[in-house]
């Protein structure tokens, strides 16, 4: 492999998942602190996208939100949503460049599990062609599960996002590695569909490393952990320290 078709660190993009900025505002109802400001400093540091997630509890993420991203014109903006009606209404009207669809529930603190997509192939490609028909690329977020990345390429998933929270949460260095393995293993078993892989869901400046040393996954949405440091260092440094981690480790690769 010669030096221009190596792997650059650059190659990995980074979205940054902005809905706590939203729940920050959303515990006493104020103006503030802005979303879309967020999400412009995060772009100015460094992003290369912004996440928000529309819950339909509207926990944090607000309607609002994803119109005055989606009009910005500045803000590359990835929704992830809910396979519903309502949501798909809403992507279609705002017409983001990208969605993700997640699995949700209203008890869940966060997200759970990844979305089944094995057990709903035609939902889940009806969904697929009517925001695709809209020019909006859609990722599946999906557990590192050979079945569900098979069913992602049957149902016609041009992206995945592969959930990576049993990784981030594992208890201890033998649980995280087999975690690891098997997203690895996800990871190429989707590139061999065709499929770009994303990552996400409990990473942080710790734990991103190893994913990012994964040379078929091109981008990582980060959120919560990215915002709570932001609470002490800034949120460009934040987004700063967090490319210079995912940078650091994509040079190891070979
Ligand atoms: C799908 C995923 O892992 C996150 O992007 C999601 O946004 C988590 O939901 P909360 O942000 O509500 O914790
Ligand atoms: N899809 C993952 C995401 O957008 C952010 O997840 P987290 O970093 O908030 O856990």
Do not use: W
Not at 35 to 63: F, K, N, P, Y
Not at 84 to 94: C, H, K, Q, R, W
Not at 99 to 126: H, K, N
């Amino acid at each position: 492999m010669n030096a221009s078709t190596a792997i650059q660190p650059s190659d990995l993009r980074l979205g940054v998942n902005v809905d706590h900025v939203a729940t920050l505002r959303q515990a006493r109802g104020t103006s503030y602190p802005s979303v879309v400001d967020a999400a412009r400093q995060a772009i100015a540091a460094g992003a290369d996208s912004i996440t928000v997630h529309l819950r339909e509890d509207r926990r944090h993420i607000q309607d609002a939100d994803v119109e005055t991203l989606c009009a910005s014109g500045d803000v590359a903006v990835n929704l992830e949503m809910a396979l519903t009606d309502e949501m798909i209404d809403i992507a279609l009207a705002n017409k983001p460049r990208d969605c993700c669809l997640v699995p949700e529930s209203r008890e869940e603190l966060t997200t759970e599990g990844g979305l089944d997509v094995a057990g709903q192939l035609e939902r889940v490609r009806d969904g697929l062609d009517k925001l695709h028909g809209a020019g909006i690329n859609v990722a599946l977020f999906i557990d590192p599960d050979e079945a569900q990345i098979d069913a992602a390429a049957e149902a016609g998933a041009r992206f995945i996002e592969i959930h990576t929270g049993a990784y981030a949460d594992a208890t201890d260095e033998g649980a995280a590695e087999r975690e690891l393995e098997r997203i690895v293993a996800a990871a190429k078993r989707a590139a061999d569909h065709g499929i770009e892989v994303h990552a996400g869901h409990g990473l942080h400046v710790d734990n991103v490393g190893a994913i990012a040393e994964i040379g078929s996954i091109v981008e990582l949405n980060i959120g919560h952990a990215l915002i709570a440091r932001a609470v002490f260092v800034g949120l460009g440094e934040a987004v700063r320290e967090m490319r210079a981690a995912m940078e650091t480790a994509r040079r190891n690769l070979h």
